[in-house]
C-alpha cells in the first residue's frame, strides 16, 4: 500500500506545476486524497482534497482559483495542478490518504520558484 509522487519541479514565477500521487495496494475511489505543502521552515498547510470515486473536490480558501485536482481512475493517480506561481510556492508537495490523521502519505514533491 503506497503513494508514489513524481519528482521535483522547478519553475519560474507566472508557471504552472503539476504535480501527481499514484495510489496502489488498495480500492483507488475508497478513499479521500488529500494535498498538503511545506514551505521551508513552516508548517503544513492544508491545500483541499478530492473524492477520486466521484471526482468531486474542496480546496482551501486560500488557493481558490489557483489550483485544481483531478483523478484518472484507470492508472489509479491524482493530480494537483497550481497555476501563477509564486516564490511563495516553493515547498514541498504532499499527497496524503484520507481524513486527518491521514493514514497513509506520498513521499513528497519539492517544487522550487525561481527567476
Known amino acids: 500500500i503506497q503513494l508514489v509522487q513524481s519528482g521535483a519541479e522547478v519553475r519560474t514565477p507566472g508557471t504552472s506545476v503539476k504535480v501527481s500521487c499514484k495510489a496502489s495496494?488498495?480500492?483507488?475511489?475508497?478513499?479521500?486524497i488529500n494535498w498538503l505543502r511545506q514551505a521551508p521552515g513552516q508548517g503544513f498547510e492544508w491545500m483541499g482534497r478530492m473524492d477520486p470515486e466521484d471526482g468531486k473536490a474542496k480546496y482551501a480558501e486560500t488557493f481558490q482559483g489557483r489550483v485544481a485536482f483531478t483523478a484518472d481512475t484507470s492508472t489509479n493517480t491524482v493530480y494537483v495542478e497550481l497555476t501563477r506561481v509564486t516564490f511563495n510556492d516553493t515547498a514541498v508537495y504532499y499527497c496524503?490518504?484520507?481524513?486527518?490523521?491521514?493514514?497513509?502519505w506520498g513521499q513528497g514533491t519539492t517544487v522550487t520558484v525561481s527567476s
Open positions: 495496494g488498495y480500492t483507488f475511489t475508497s478513499y479521500f
Open positions: 496524503a490518504r484520507g481524513g486527518n490523521p491521514y493514514d497513509l
